[in-house]
């Protein structure tokens, strides 16, 4: 099963995909829009195209486990993403993976405007490899 993950930002949301199998995932893209209305119009389009059958939100929870006003604000975006696209929407707790992100991105060495534009899908990366480790 193909699965799409999004790591949605307010400036930049970052998207990945998983192979066929469900077992791998991998980086796409990064969107940079900030108007949510056209951001949505822009993943359904990749989802149109890409084909997959589920669609994983991060899900920003505090480091006690709590949720935020952002949690509300995924969520939302996450019922909206589903409306739009007809896939069902999931969600899974992205708690320091953009701090995991940034490390791997230093291990590659990986800078400046480089790691600026690809941080959020490596991001979209481990929430979805989380998503999937969470669920074999």
Excluded: W
């Excluded at 953009?98 to 534009?117: C, E, F, P, Y």
Aim: charged share 25%; proline share 4%; with cysteine.
């Amino acid at each position: 099963m193909k699965i799409m993950s999004v790591d949605y930002g307010d400036v930049r949301t970052g998207v990945a995909f998983s192979d066929i199998s469900g077992t791998l995932a991998s980086p796409y893209t990064v969107i940079k829009e900030t108007y949510q209305p056209k951001l949505i119009d822009k993943l359904c389009e990749i989802a149109e195209n890409e084909k997959p059958e589920k669609i994983i939100v991060g899900l920003p929870r505090n480091m006690d486990g709590s949720y935020g006003f952002r949690a509300d604000a995924c969520r939302a975006f996450g019922a909206a993403v589903e409306q739009k696209t007809g896939l069902p929407v999931e969600f899974q707790d992205e708690r320091l993976t953009t701090v995991m992100a940034h490390n791997i991105l230093s291990a590659n060495n990986v800078r400046g405007k480089k790691r600026k534009d690809t941080v959020d899908a490596v991001s979209a990366v481990m929430i979805l490899q989380s998503y999937i480790d969470k669920n074999k």
